[in-house]
């Protein structure tokens, strides 16, 4: 007699991913990449984020993910209103829980691991968050403006998840000390993007959320020191944040409003990377570094802080160049040198490209697999020789 339980198909993975939006930035992106992958593999995917439809998604989804918005509008800003909102999108996800009965879920982002904790809680589903800055840093937090019952609720809740991913071992190490969290290291997969031969141009480029984290101040301040021996470069930033307007009256007063461009978000970044000159990142906080990342596979020449996610990337002098984080002198002084050596420039972004493999998709993406759903991906487990 035939046994169809030999032959049925396996069951399909379900995933629930969850975020605060799609509106912008390296987590966004890495979720929806993360999303689209999975939903092409056959994956059934949920992505839902706490934010509601008023937020314009920035990045596309794959028509097979299912998207859940969480918000609960609610026109009073007051602590007690914002507590009452933030339950109510506990309640949200929890009953889309129920519902769905996914395999796992997993959160991006310290405030929503938490409310995603709270809201799985005694529910027979897999919990897996991700810390996605670089926990641990002196001065994050006052930059972020975690508060402190935040950082008191992530102590509390963070080890009641089933597993805790962190982008570098310094976040790691920083998770089990204040968290009491094994965190598995697991970094950004590099989504495909073209080889493209176009010619270099005398354009400095910085791409990131304009936050006092980003460090532009510095880069405008390097940018006024050099601009007199290099008239011909120009500078462009690629982001939307809250220093915006201030990053621009600091143009004005360094007489650098006819040189600089300000460009909001845009989706062919990469395109900008294979023009660019120099690629600068100048973060006083980075927990990885998705523009240092995507700039490096482009072949670009990129200098960047010495934060522990970039430092992960970059050999200095080998492959890019690293600097001290704030330390506008240091900025200038190798923004200048290469600047005026463009046969460097080309050697170290011919180095730069072989992110390409170390990061490549398919294997960031066994990685987290084998963190979801553990059972499924035992055959994986073994460490992948190309490392």
């Excluded at 399909?12 to 939006?21: F, I, K, M, N, Y």
């Excluded at 998709?361 to 460490?383: C, F, V, Y």
Aim: overall charge positive; charged content about 25%; aromatic content about 6%.
């Amino acid at each position: 007699m035939h046994d169809s339980s030999a032959t049925a198909a396996p069951k399909r993975p379900h995933v629930v991913l969850v975020t605060g939006s799609l509106e912008g930035g390296g987590a966004e992106r890495v979720m929806s990449e993360m999303a689209n992958y999975w939903a092409q593999r056959g994956w059934r995917v949920t992505l839902a984020t706490w934010s509601g439809p008023n937020i314009e998604d920035f990045y596309s989804l794959d028509p097979e993910v299912s998207r859940v918005w969480l918000d609960v509008h609610s026109p009073n800003s007051s602590l007690f209103a914002k507590a009452r909102s933030n339950l109510a999108r506990v309640f949200r996800l929890r009953r889309l829980l129920r519902a769905s009965r996914p395999d796992v879920i997993l959160s991006f982002i310290h405030t929503s691991n938490v409310l995603t904790i709270v809201a799985a809680a005694g529910l027979p589903v897999r919990v897996v968050i991700s810390e996605r800055g670089c926990a641990g840093q002196v001065g994050e937090e006052s930059l972020y403006s975690l508060s402190f019952s935040w950082r008191a609720l992530r102590k509390l809740l963070y080890a009641r998840s089933d597993a805790v991913t962190a982008l570098n071992c310094e976040s790691a190490q920083w998770l089990k000390k204040a968290c009491r969290v094994e965190a598995t290291v697991i970094p950004p997969a590099l989504r495909p993007l073209p080889e493209i031969r176009v010619e270099r141009e005398d354009l400095i480029l910085g791409v990131g959320r304009l936050h006092a984290a980003k460090g532009f101040d510095l880069l405008l301040k390097a940018y006024a020191r050099v601009i007199s021996d290099f008239p011909n470069w120009r500078l462009v930033l690629i982001g939307k944040g809250p220093q915006r307007s201030m990053l621009i009256n600091l143009c004005e007063e360094l007489n650098l409003t006819r040189r600089v461009e300000f460009l909001d978000p845009v989706r062919d970044v990469h395109l900008w990377m294979a023009r660019a000159g120099l690629v600068v990142l100048p973060s006083r906080f980075e927990g990885f570094g998705n523009t240092v990342l995507e700039s490096l596979a482009m072949g670009a020449a990129v200098i960047s802080t010495n934060s522990p996610g970039p430092a992960s990337l970059i050999e200095d002098r080998t492959n890019g160049r690293l600097v001290p984080v704030d330390d506008s002198e240091s900025l200038t002084r190798v923004m200048a040198e290469l600047m005026s050596q463009p046969e460097t420039r080309v050697r170290l972004g011919g180095a730069a490209m072989n992110v390409r493999k170390r990061f490549r998709q398919d294997r960031i993406m066994r990685k987290w697999e084998g963190t979801l759903l553990p059972w499924r991906t035992t055959h994986n487990s073994a460490a992948d020789p190309a490392e």
